[in-house]
């Protein structure tokens, strides 16, 4: 139903600040809990942030927290990961997806229903 493409992901120096976007194609875009997952070279995809359907609630790992900050655009049928402060071990692909009861804070992968491509991001120290 609901189809994901990310962007914005590029080359940057540790400190420097990046905003990622996931771009939806469906029509039920606003009934989605969003997240935004990252997977580093030899290790596990791992949960970075979600936000509700109306924005309500967001909740972002603790490696991440009071660094980055999710959002969302119903209206665009967009969502966002603004990073901030960037760090080396922020160097992953990263990976929007979409859960489908828009009420529920999902943080687990295997709840997420669709699921974009993938866009690398580089930190250089």
């Known amino acids: 139903q609901v189809q994901l493409v990310e962007s914005g992901g590029e080359l940057v120096q540790a400190g420097e600040s990046l905003r990622l976007s996931c771009a939806a194609s469906g029509s039920l875009f606003g009934l989605y809990t969003m997240g935004w997952f990252r997977q580093a070279p030899g290790k596990d995809r791992e949960f970075v942030a979600t936000i509700t359907w109306n924005g309500a609630n967001t909740y972002y790992a603790d490696s991440v927290k009071g660094r980055f900050t999710i959002s969302r655009d119903n209206a665009k049928k967009t969502a966002y990961l603004q990073m901030n402060s960037l760090k080396f071990e922020d160097t992953a692909v990263y990976y929007c997806?979409?859960?489908?009861?828009?009420?529920?804070?999902?943080?687990?992968?295997?709840?997420?229903?669709?699921w974009g491509q993938g866009t690398q991001v580089t930190v250089s120290s």
């Open positions: 997806a979409a859960g489908r009861d828009g009420r529920r804070a999902y943080t687990r992968p295997e709840d997420f229903d669709s």
